[in-house]
């Protein structure tokens, strides 16, 4: 079978079913795992590069407002891997090239290839997608396997964080202007043993205002700002510490969103292992090769 994957998380997923050898297209964004950054891209944003927070979000929904893609399809190089299989999503008009838009591609490729749409909202959407794609590309067992293997994770987790207390969180899908996490990320704080404040599961994350924010007395904050790397997420916790300050929260961090939040794959199981650890730290280990900063210092300094 030869698939084309539209979104950085179906990727990841294919290659934890073991059909990396039979995917032959991926997107921009799809550097995960590392054999994937080999194949061709298929997509393009037309979001320049270099711009703050602040102009992302305003050229964004400067965009949407006029009814223009924030992604391009390679039609012409989609036809010439003869793809079996798209895979796309539609849960985030931000996050990738718009089903519709893909639908009518594929409608006109010589192969006439199914498309599968992958439209998660909360967790448990995401571990039956990871079903319904193995049955997609005929290898049930695996995509079943694979599920109960992430299950029994989720377990260990439950397990752990039972007799502990539950710190008060408020989690930041962006900073400036300030996002709170919706569709999973509720359920991965609840999950990690913590309570979400303000996000609301299985719907889109929400711009708020910081005095919002302040009044909700928080004990830990993640900055988690959707599609960054650590590097980055630290940067825009620390631009924005006057205002994360204010929240009062005894410990702030940032976090590897890219990896383990943003994206509706395998890996957000990672993600609630290392909730769980910045949660309880006297009691969950940090996970390996996850990473993280504490920024309680910077923050508190100002």
């Known amino acids: 079978m030869r698939i084309a994957s539209?979104?950085?998380?179906?990727?990841?997923?294919?290659?934890?079913?073991?059909?990396?050898d039979e995917v032959v297209g991926v997107t921009h964004e799809c550097d995960w795992p590392a054999p994937a950054q080999r194949l061709p891209h298929l997509t393009a944003t037309v979001i320049p590069e270099g711009l703050s927070a602040s102009e992302i979000d305003r050229t964004v929904k400067a965009t949407v407002?006029?009814?223009?893609?924030?992604?391009?399809?390679?039609?012409?190089?989609?036809?010439?891997?003869?793809?079996?299989?798209?895979?796309?999503?539609?849960?985030?008009?931000?996050?990738?090239?718009?089903?519709?838009?893909?639908?009518t591609v594929a409608r006109r490729l010589p192969t006439r290839p199914r498309v599968l749409q992958q439209d998660p909202r909360t967790l448990g959407d995401v571990l039956a997608d990871v079903i319904r794609l193995g049955d997609a590309a005929y290898v049930p067992d695996r995509g079943r396997e694979l599920c109960r293997s992430l299950e029994a994770r989720l377990a260990a987790v439950r397990i752990a964080v039972t007799a502990t207390s539950r710190p008060r969180v408020i989690a930041l899908e962006w900073l400036d202007p300030p996002f709170v996490g919706g569709h999973w990320v509720p359920e991965m704080i609840a999950l990690a043993g913590g309570e979400d404040l303000i996000g609301r599961a299985g719907v889109k994350s929400a711009e708020v205002t910081w005095q919002r924010l302040e009044v909700l007395e928080p004990d830990v904050v993640v900055a988690m700002p959707c599609g960054w790397y650590i590097d980055d997420s630290r940067a825009q916790a620390v631009a924005c510490r006057e205002q994360l300050g204010r929240l009062g929260a005894g410990r702030v961090y940032a976090v590897d969103a890219a990896s383990s939040f943003s994206r509706p794959g395998p890996r957000l199981i990672d993600g609630i292992e290392l909730l769980s650890h910045l949660l309880h730290p006297e009691y969950i280990p940090a996970p390996e090769q996850l990473e993280f900063e504490d920024v309680t210092a910077e923050v508190m300094a100002w």
């Open 6 to 20: 539209l979104v950085p998380s179906a990727t990841e997923m294919l290659f934890a079913l073991g059909l990396g």
């Open 65 to 103: 407002a006029e009814g223009k893609a924030l992604y391009t399809l390679d039609e012409e190089r989609l036809a010439e891997l003869e793809p079996d299989l798209i895979v796309t999503q539609a849960v985030c008009e931000v996050c990738a090239v718009s089903y519709e838009d893909v639908v």
